[in-house]
């Protein structure tokens, strides 16, 4: 129970979309101040995406208000001073914070060590987005239109047609060269100047079962037959296992589909170890509880599998969740080696996690899989000195993948 | 080729060539055949319904892997990162030992201890004991809460029980008696006060099992402190030691090995080292590290304190003392040495007799060694025990005296030798109570016992010397409903509040004044992160004055070393088993003893002599048992015969024969305990008079690692000089194989040179491992740590005799004869008093490996770091690789020894509480497979790791082994030799240069050699030269 106040109290509070038309105009000029610079504008995203989105929407509300605009709404002082420490301008009675406080539950945003300068370059990103709010809905609406258009005529509607056009063929040249067959038999049958060898074939008829008792059929089949055994029994094995495609069921029917894809919560922000240690981090529900506090009801369930959280912190009952990715014992496996030093992408090994319903193991997480990885990635050797003895060995870092120094011996792996 | 100097010999097995020695001495495999069959071996109707349920098994295999969990925390602690480990500083406590440490911890479990570097102390060095202590914290055998006569009870009603009890004792005035092991924190001291203050009749009585309270008793004599010095053994240049077995088990071994070794170290720039004398009657660790070693009896201890103190004053001009013999085999040696090294040398005495001990502070003070090697400024804590008030504390429970008695972490019952006694004394108090953390012997004799936690689950503080102070903290929760002992006091006090709280107000009100510019908040969290407080302003009194009577000790002494001429028993604490509080950790049982490489027993040492004479035998691994009466008790017990040991002496290790320890421990051995003697009222720990000895027929095999990965007559695996020859010749002792092809010169090429290989090129880093023969005292810490590191199994004493014993460094201990090569009968006796050398040795990780060329798949091939990599999960176990290597150190997993109830004293792998103490980033290895030391590899590849997070390059403070992390003599040092910076490249002054399109090194340190140069295995792993202060003519005499 204390914990639930406590993850409550430490949860996101926000600007509001409320519009202050009588601020507006003093406040406008403000837009000027916000830088426009591209590199200003990236940081921003990246800062916005790990710190600010698992509670803020440009536009819609989420925890806390959309943020389209603040920049012209507030004054940027003012949003500085919150964004550092939303509790001190609130407790200094400023109006427009506590109702804002008010409006969003009480919900306390939690301070933040940001510089001014991280702050604006939010601000820029925020405005760069605001800006391109009406056009940016419109082409990925188009982008997606199209795309799935071609793919569903090309890799299912076209060729089913083309292999039902061609079977159909096939069988009515089959009864089409059946009715020739039996045409001229029988023509042939009311001839009477044929020889006896010709009327003796005219005569034969198909014998299906000496041909299967023949020696040569039974001899084929048993072939084919312990070939096809034998190929289902080494692909079954090497399928031993192998988990591509596992999609256990949760204890909770979590959604990475509306989490992450819909929300687009960085996947850093829950998997809290992936940048510094081997384990990327199952959430624990106090991470949760950051926006859960007030979420109480989701997309797909309602409230059916959000209350399992209250449920697990009000029993002091840890979730037990089902592991999807399992390596074998003797297999180690660092995230931090990969996602942090090597700059790997989560999607490159996790698939489009954003798009699953329910998580699946996307790769093989075979050995072979790794190795080929390693064979063909070059090394991520930018602004790190770690690499710099190697760069030179190498002469150049565009020769230098992770093989070639050393990702293919068994102790990088194995110990 | 050159001669080698010496002849070496690992046990008197191998020098007397014992059929069991030759049979096994160059097979790698002690039989042919993995198990002994029963049946007789497997019939074709086995294999085939082997084969069918192979192939169920595999086919369900792939039906369904098993469902595995991920449970994550319910509220993540901010400082715990599941796969990220997290370091505290704590402090070991036992007893008297103590240890300044920082504790590994993975997703909250203690999994690893190294020594805490900040401490003034111990120096950041470690001990095999508290290198082990982290799997006494998941030891079942532990109890799970409190008990009232064997029955569980509640804390509560145990509360109430007992403060009424204690009450009603104070209503009528009674007795209460305390009873510890020296007690070293300050805190829990304050809280027996309160305890006092409570109840007025209480006493607090300390008593040791290894006592020193006959030092005590002579300083408070001679110096008026009730206390023992400060030693600095880094400051003495001649060291004399009369018994005290100062590196293995004597008051603070691992300081004292810190320090001794510093003046152990040498180097071109220093070629000066010290010069240490051993006089003792068992073979002990230390006497097998000194450079002049004289065995004696006990019965003669008295005659050589005197004798070296008369040598001494007559130099000094100051008064001799009746009694004494000055013809002892080097003692006239050592006192030239001693005179001549005045103020800059150091005399101790292991004895616990206060009249030897005044003889022997008069030697240090006529030698001026007061304020310079011994000091009273900052004296030590350690062994405060009192043996005059344990004894009348026993006669007053006898008497009916005393009416309550409570055990704080202590079992006398086990390890007083009044224990029996005891024990049925105790029925006769009105209310008994233990603090024990198990039913052990004394919990078993007590009414009430109060569990207290493990000190990795406890808050603590010590102060092992004045002024230097150190906190434990709890490094995981509670694993049992045990309680913090001091709790207990208080709540019996009828205290309210937590210890930590408490020791927190005491540390606010004692420790902290000086730092006040921050507060106390900054100062106690600096002083916990630190692990230690030290006060810098202890006041520099100048050293007590003195008033040592020699005369009047030399008196006493005159008529208590008399012995009856026949056998005289000596007891000796084992560097893994100390006292046996940790029996029942199987990592120290099966540790093998630092001389006699002995497991999982104790047994009688003899010399060589005396065994011929009582026509005790050895073969093949077999040796007569002998029945030992003592005071009319009899016992039968095996028998190692041990070189070094003083002719007419027997030695005995207390410790063992425990009851009431656990499984690991219950019936190990034989408890000596009883056989501690009595002199001027203190414990002394040898029997000079009435020991019997009766040789049976019975033949034993005590399980013994010595002989069993022998060098194959390759005697230049060692290579020593003595200290004047190195000073004329740093290369001295180095042996220098050359070889002749027919394209070069006679003898012009190093084996190296010539090779099937192409080399390796190393362009990151290249790992290597230096040890300096001249510093390991063997003192086998680094094989415990290893063993705590890698998840190596223990195999019990069985499998030990097998020859399959796994531990992946060993350390070898060589005898080596001290006659010289001219004098052939001399060579054909093994000594009686060899000299020693130990030599740690795990995978050499060899630049042309013949492990790598054999293996069929592959499984074990070299890394571009210079590795020689083990893959468990490729091996199928042909065990080509452990027969080819010539080294030795490959071992098999002949069976499954985890989750595998034959193997349950490997409590590491068979329960799930043992379990917890693994290193999860080492793979658990399964039967079958081939497993060896890995240079740490996953600490490397961490190290790494945390260097390319921080875009940096690796430095030495990022990667260390377990090993030379553990070291308390810094023997072993670790380091990339690629890197210029690192203290390995600079310690062997590796110079490279290039040719044949490679980049070779070379290592310019006239010291160093690799082992068996001469097969062109060209190792990583580098030993430096083991010196002897020694003048070799001498040896010859």
Redesign the interface.
Known sequence: MP?KIRLKCSAVLLVSVLFFSGSFHKLNAQAEAVPADADVIAAGEKLFRQNCAACHRIQEKLIGPGLANVYDRRDIAWIQAFVKNSQKVIQSGDPYAVDMFEEYNQIVMPPVDFSDEEILSILAYIKDQTDKLPQAAVTIEEAVDTGAAAEQGLFTGYMNYILAGLIITLILMIVVLVMISSVMQKFLRTRSDLDEADREIIAQRFNLLALLQSRAFIGIVAFVFTAIAFKTVID??Y???V?QG?A?EQPIAFSHKVHAGQYEIDCNYCH??VM????A???????CMNCHSSITEGVNTGTKEISKIYA??EE????????VH?L?????F?H??HV??GKVECATCHGPVEEMEVVRQYSLLTMGWCVDCHRTTKVNTK????Y???VE?HNSPELMTVES??GL????C?? | MNKIKKRYWKGIEEFTNDPEFVKHADKEFPEYLPVGNDEGGSSRRDFLKLMGFGVAAASLAACEAPVRKAIPYLNKPDTVDPGIPNYYASTYLQGGDYCSIVVKTREGRPIKIEGNKLSKVTMGGTSAEVQASVLTLYDKERLDGPRKEGNAISWDDLDKEITEQLVSVLSVGGQIRIITNTMLSPATLRIFEDFKEKYPGTNVVTYDPASSAGMLQANEANFGMRVLPSYDFSNAMTIVSLSADFLGTWISPTEFTKLYNKTRKINSKNNKMSRHYQFESNLSLTGANADYRSPVKPSDEGDVVIGLYNLIASKAGESTISGGKSDFRYLKKAANDLWSNKVKSLVVSGSNDPAVQTIVNGINSMLGNYGSTISFNRHANFRQGDDRAMNGFIDDVKGGKIDAVIFYNCNPVYNHPRGAELSEALKGARITVTTSDRMDETASSVTYVAPDHHFLESWNDAEPKKGYFSLSQPTISPLFNSRQAQESFMAWAGNEGNYFNYLKEFWRINMYKESAAFGFQYFWDKSLQDGIYESENVEENSEPPQNIDAQAAAATVAQNYKGDNGLELVLYYKVAIGDGTQANNPWLQEMPDTITKAVWDNYVTISQSDARELGITSELGFTNMVNLTIDGRTAKLPVIIQPGQAKGTLGLALGYGRTKAGKVADGVGFDATPWIKSLNDNAYYAVTSGVQLEVTGEMYQVAQTQTHETFMGRDNVLQEATLKEYQKNPSAGRWHPRITTWMNEEKSLTPGEVTLWKGHKYPDHHWGLMIDLNSCTGCSACTIACQAENNVPVVGREEVVNRREMHWIRIDRYYSSDASLDNLSGLEVASENPEITFQPLMCQHCNNAPCETVCPVAATTHSSEGLNMMTYNRCIGTRYCANNCPYKVRRFNWFKYHDNKQFDKNLSMNNDLGKMVLNPDVTVRSRGVMEKCTLCVQRIQAGKLAAKIEHRTTTDDDIDTACASACPADALVFGDMNNPESNISKMLKIKEYEGDGTIHKTMEEERAFTMLEDVGTRPNVTYLTKIRNKDREESNA
């Open positions: 914990l079954q094995l399928e031993i296992g988990q596992y256990p809290t170890g510094k240690s081997k384990n981090n199952i959430p624990s529900p106090n991470i697990a912190i002091n009952r840890p979730i037990e969740w089902v592991r399992n074998p014992d003797f297999a180690y660092n931090s080696q942090n030093v602004d790190n000195a770690y710099d003895k190697l060995f120094i050393g011996e068994c102790a990088k194995h110990y």
